[in-house]
């Protein structure tokens, strides 16, 4: 009865390539269709009617996305106007709907996984493939509040010794410099001792471990070998040529199959998956309460 | 400090990232497969660029102290991020590349990009964008000395840099478009990008003329009270 965001993260990442992956590597419009449609559908179960604003930039690169592909290209045979001397063909502007809506879609689903995967989640995943690397990564993380708390100390401290004044701009502005400077100073130090203290402790020396502990739970499991699944039954359909379809010079698609309703209905499911596990959870919960 | 098993483990990571699997995206995606697959075979190119540095990286004995300034480094440039128009973080990554060694330079460059996509959106793009910042990181190490001595080329290799990335983002735009490469549509996203390049080009001379004499000289003073 969790929600999509609370399952372990590996899981979590594994589902968002399998999604982005599979729309990048194929052009069929269902496909298209299915992964923006899921991707904005996540998008909408997740925030509610908020973040309108980032829904109008969308549809805003959408159009210019479509447009640019038809003004740039001129294949295809059949032609719709005219304009400047060059055609524009119904083949290049419906191959640059389709980009549009492949490139519109896998931003959508980033933009998701941007919101569910926090920075812990993903150190865990860092953690997993370079322990180094994702201790690098969350120095820095911490580094960054850490220097802002330090530069205001010592924005107070020159102030108060009456070194510069704010209401001066040339003045400001050298002032500003040497608080950077004097933090990038006091930055390297520290990190020293920080290293320093780290060795001490004995860093190192044996395997290290994470503040928060995912686990695979059985739910993990079963939505993993699901994703696996359909992710096979889709990229069987993609590498049996049973999804094609060629743009130019004239649309022409593969013929629709037993392998190409078989695909696409695994890929529809694919993107449906977080949209089903937050429903499902979301009317548990309303029955439970329902009970009390 | 380190055995020669290492040296020459880094050595060749050293080599192999720029000079072979570089060449090979370009190559292989060109021969081997359809425009179709171009991107994938990219993509996987330049993960597989990355995680080969993430494996070399392990493996070796890097110093504590040098992590550490490493992350440092990583958390300035990722603070300078937030400056509107103008970014420090090629600037930032190229110090660190000279002052700190090509691999330290592609690490700060590689990781501020994975870093600051927290805040501005992850996606596809940052493989690339990792790719694109460790280069340049990576080339300034390996040209460390001549930097260090001539202001001159080091505010041209700035200006190169910054439109090396452009370019570099650029491909991926395309490929990322139009599932394969076509020169027309390249030149139209280079053209739209313009604005873009220009701000990269002038804020890497802008913060190298500002930030590389004082800095490099924190770095060496580092280097020489602690021999980092």
């Known amino acids: 009865m969790r929600s999509f965001s609370e399952y372990n993260p590996v899981v979590i990442t594994i589902y968002i390539f399998s999604v982005t992956g599979i729309a990048m590597f194929c052009n069929y419009p269902l496909l298209i269709g299915m992964t923006f449609f899921g991707g904005v559908l996540y998008y909408i179960v997740r925030n509610g009617r908020s973040h309108w604003r980032s829904h109008i930039f969308f549809f805003m690169l959408f159009v210019v996305l479509a447009a640019a592909n038809p003004l740039v290209s001129h294949n295809g045979v059949t032609i719709l106007f005219v304009m400047n001397d060059n055609p524009v063909t119904l083949e290049a502007l419906l191959y640059g709907i389709n980009s549009a809506a492949m490139i519109v879609g896998v931003l959508y689903w980033f933009r998701n996984f941007t919101q569910i995967m926090t920075s812990e989640?993903?150190?865990?995943?860092?953690?997993?493939?370079?322990?180094?690397?994702?201790?690098?990564?969350s120095m820095s993380l911490r580094f960054v509040p850490m220097f802002h708390r330090q530069s205001e100390s010592v924005s107070d401290a020159q102030k108060a010794m009456g070194l510069f004044k704010e209401d001066n701009v040339i003045d400001d502005v050298r002032g500003k410099m040497r608080i950077f400077s004097i933090i990038i100073t006091w930055a390297l130090e520290n990190g020293i001792i920080t290293a320093d203290s780290m060795a001490a402790r004995g860093f190192g020396t044996?395997?290290?471990?994470?503040?928060?502990n995912f686990r695979f739970r059985r739910g993990d499991i079963i939505f993993l070998l699901t994703d696996l699944a359909l992710l096979g039954i889709c990229v069987a359909a993609i590498a049996g040529h049973c999804l094609e379809l060629d743009f130019y010079p004239k649309i022409r698609g593969s013929a629709i199959g037993a392998g190409a309703i078989a695909g696409a209905a695994a890929y529809g499911l694919l993107v449906l998956m977080p949209v089903i596990i937050e429903t499902e959870a979301s009317l548990r919960w309303r029955y439970l309460k329902l009970k009390i | 400090m380190n055995g020669i098993r290492n040296k020459t483990l880094r050595n060749t990571v050293r080599v192999a990232v720029p000079f072979i699997i570089v060449p090979m995206l370009a190559i292989g995606g060109s021969l081997a497969f359809d425009r179709k697959r171009h991107i994938i075979i990219s993509l996987a190119i330049a993960i597989f660029a990355l995680l080969l540095f993430a494996a070399g990286f392990e493996k070796r004995n890097t110093g504590t102290r040098r992590m550490v300034i490493a992350a440092v480094m990583i958390a300035l440039c990722f603070a300078g991020r937030f400056i509107p128009f103008l970014k420090p973080i090629s600037a930032l990554t190229i110090i660190a590349g000279i002052y700190l060694g090509g691999e330290t330079g592609f690490l700060v460059g590689a990781m501020t990009a994975v870093l600051s996509n927290f805040y501005f959106g992850q996606g596809p793009w940052t493989a690339f964008q990792m790719l694109a910042w460790g280069l340049i990181g990576l080339i300034a190490g390996l040209l460390s000395e001549?930097?260090?001595?001539?202001?001159?080329?080091?505010?041209?290799?700035?200006?190169?840099a910054g439109m090396m990335y452009s370019f570099i983002m650029d491909i991926w735009t395309v490929l990322w478009y139009a599932e394969g490469f076509e020169v027309k549509l390249y030149l139209a996203a280079l053209g739209t990008a313009i604005p873009y390049t220009a701000s990269y080009v002038v804020s890497n001379v802008l913060f190298l003329s500002l930030l590389a004499k004082p800095f490099g000289e924190k770095l060496q003073r580092i280097k020489k009270k602690y021999g980092v």
């Open chain 1, 121 to 137: 989640k993903l150190l865990y995943v860092t953690g997993a493939l370079s322990p180094k690397l994702s201790l690098v990564l």
């Open chain 1, 206 to 212: 044996g395997k290290r471990s994470h503040f928060t």
């Open chain 2, 146 to 160: 001549p930097l260090r001595r001539s202001r001159i080329f080091l505010l041209i290799y700035g200006a190169a």
